[in-house]
């Protein structure tokens, strides 16, 4: 069947976890004009089959996928997730039935950027921190003119260690240039990047090491789940600082927390946890130096907007008859 059949048919959509990418603030109208679009805030797991028995084309966020769900989607032929991992659709699954999955790569390579030297800037300059002690009425009772009781840290002349240097690696390292940072980076690649000015290639252990500064930018993969534990810990130095945007699991939660509590790691900042939303007893909440936030790199309206933009082009590309951005 061609992509102008599709077009034709007018096909069902339906979205099962739009909230995250549009709470109200977007406009979902350039993507219900592509075909009969129903679209959920959320969808619990048990009812992704229910709610997409009769769809053509299903997008998904985090509203997992998997083979027996796949299975179970008789008109399903097209696939659409919003956001660049896919490890919420079984894709093995999806090939077999000749389902076209597709993702969206590069939407927030600026915003996650972004995020990094926010929560990199809040361990360094203690921002919030010292906003609370002066809302507190701390600066008032001080007698000197200017009050801290924290140490503040210059970035200039630290050594950031970047581990994956793809679209976001790359713009992390130009952006720590620009605050006159020496940058060590790690990648499967690094022959890829040899016009890239000003970083010097090392192996995992070696970045773990040197590094003052520590930002995770990689993807999750087999080899990459828990690259941060007790060994690789043991390795860093005195009061190094650790950043975590890219996945929760690239960590050990428990390692890094004890890590922060003995001492030798001066402060872990993340976007990022393994299980999204987290227990309530996550070791990283109580420990000290330790900042969280809820998974919201992604999420600014510049980025949600380009996300959406694409995902209305991936669609246009396979009802056309062209798919782009196809992992499957």
Known sequence: MSGADYLEESMEIVVLDGHTL?????????????????????????????????????????????????????????????ATGVNVVDLDAARERGVIVTNVPGYGIHSVSQMVFALLLEMTQQ????????????????????FHDRPLLE????????????????????IARAFGMQILAQTAHPEKYTDFEGVKFVDIDT?????????????????????????????????????????????????VAEA???GYLGGYAADVLSSEP????????????????????????????R???????NLKAFLAGAPQNRVA
């Open 22 to 82: 549009n709470p109200g603030d977007l406009d979902w109208s350039p993507l219900e004009i592509l075909g009969e679009c129903t679209i959920y805030a959320r969808t619990a797991e048990e009812l992704v089959s229910e709610r997409a028995k009769s769809a053509e084309i299903v997008l998904t966020n985090k509203a997992l996928l998997p083979a027996e769900t796949i299975a179970s989607l008789p008109q399903l032929k097209y696939i659409g997730v919003l």
């Open 127 to 146: 921002v919030g921190h010292h906003a609370r002690l002066v809302r507190e009425g701390e600066w008032s009772r001080c007698v000197d003119f200017s």
């Open 155 to 174: 970035l200039a002349g630290k050594t950031l260690g970047v581990v994956g240097f793809g679209q976001i690696g790359r713009q992390v390292a130009q």
């Open 207 to 255: 970045l773990f090491s040197e590094s003052d500064i520590i930002s995770l930018n990689c993807p999750l993969t087999d080899e990459t789940r828990n690259l941060v534990n007790t060994a690789r810990l043991a390795r860093v130095k005195q009061g190094a600082l650790l950043i975590n945007t890219g996945r929760g699991p690239l960590i050990d939660e428990a390692a």
């Open 260 to 262: 922060l509590t003995e």
């Open 278 to 305: 987290p227990a309530k007893d996550n070791p990283l909440f109580s420990a000290p130096n330790s900042f969280i936030t809820p998974h919201i790199a992604w999420a600014t309206t510049e980025a949600r907007q």
């Open 307 to 313: 996300l959406l933009d694409t995902v209305v082009a």
